[in-house]
C-alpha cells in the first residue's frame, strides 16, 4: 500500500477510505426526530471527516449517499434528501475548491435525480478538476453491482476478446479507473453489511464497524479507526514475516 503519511505508529495511513453514512434515521428515532433531521445533522460529519481524512494525508476519500437501493424509501423523504444535498453542495463548493479538494460523483444515472442537482454535481466537478489535494468522491445513487454490469457492457460493446480480459483491463471500463482500490471502510451505527457499496474496489478492503450513528460521528472517531487501521497486518492472501517459524521476511 502507498499510503499518506506515516501515523504514531509509523506506518502509513489508508491511501483509500471509503465511508458508509449510516444511522442518520435511528439517529432522528431516538430523538423523537423525523427522519429528515438525522438527515440535516449528518452535515457536520461530513466536513468533520472531509477535513479530518485531508489533514491525517489520506489521499482518497470515498463517501456513500445514496444508493441504487434508496429509491424504494418515502418520495417525501427522497425529497428532502435531493433539496438538503443541494444545499450541501452548494454551500460547500468554495471550501473544497480552497482546500484543494478534486471532487467527484460516483453514480448519478436515474433520470429521477433532479436536474439542477445534476447541474451542480457537474459544476463541482468542472470547478475542482484541476486540484491536486485530496480526491472526494461522493457515491450518489450508486450501485456496485451497476457498476460492473456496464464495465461488463462496455467491454462487450468495444468487441473486447474474451481471453484478453483480465482484472486490470476489466477495471478501466469502471467509472472513474483511476480511483485505486480501497484500503479501509468505514461503516458506522454498528451495522456490519457491504450493502451494494464498490464492490469491486473494496475486494481486499479492511473493515472497521464503530458504534456511533453518523450524525454522531466525528474527527476523533475517524481517526481512531485510522489507527486501528495502522494496527492490522494486511496479508492479501498471503502470510505475514516470520509466520509458521519462517524467519525469512
Known amino acids: 500500500m502507498t499510503g499518506g503519511r506515516g501515523g504514531e505508529l509509523g506506518r502509513p495511513v489508508p491511501r483509500h477510505v471509503a465511508c458508509v453514512m449510516d444511522g442518520n434515521g435511528r439517529w432522528a428515532e431516538r430523538r423523537s426526530l423525523p427522519r429528515t433531521s438525522g438527515h440535516r445533522a449528518a452535515e457536520s460529519t461530513v466536513i468533520d471527516v472531509i477535513e479530518a481524512a485531508r489533514s491525517a494525508g489520506v489521499e482518497w476519500l470515498s463517501l456513500y449517499a445514496f444508493s441504487t437501493e434508496n429509491w424504494r424509501r418515502p418520495h417525501s423523504e427522497i425529497d428532502y434528501l435531493m433539496r438538503l444535498v443541494r444545499r450541501v453542495v452548494r454551500k460547500h463548493a468554495p471550501l473544497l475548491h480552497a482546500r484543494g479538494i478534486r471532487c467527484r460523483f460516483l453514480g448519478v444515472a436515474d433520470p ?29 445513487d450508486h450501485g456496485g453491482r451497476r457498476d460492473i454490469v456496464e464495465a461488463a457492457r462496455s467491454l462487450i460493446r468495444s468487441g473486447v476478446a474474451a481471453d484478453a480480459v483480465d482484472e486490470r483491463y476489466f477495471a478501466t471500463h469502471l467509472p472513474f479507473p483511476d480511483t485505486p482500490d480501497v484500503d479501509l471502510v468505514i461503516r458506522t451505527s454498528g451495522e456490519q453489511r457491504i450493502s451494494n457499496f464498490m464492490l469491486w474496489q473494496v475486494a481486499y478492503a479492511e473493515w472497521i464497524f464503530p458504534p456511533a450513528l453518523w450524525p454522531d460521528f466525528h474527527a476523533p472517531h475517524f481517526l481512531e479507526c485510522l489507527r486501528s487501521y495502522q494496527q492490522r497486518e494486511r496479508r492479501f492472501g498471503g502470510v505475514t514475516p516470520y509466520a509458521n517459524g519462517d524467519p525469512t521476511p
Open 112 to 140: 429521477r435525480i433532479p436536474a439542477p442537482l445534476a447541474r451542480d454535481f457537474a459544476d463541482l466537478m468542472t470547478l475542482t478538476d484541476a486540484n491536486r489535494g485530496m480526491t472526494l468522491t461522493v457515491a450518489f
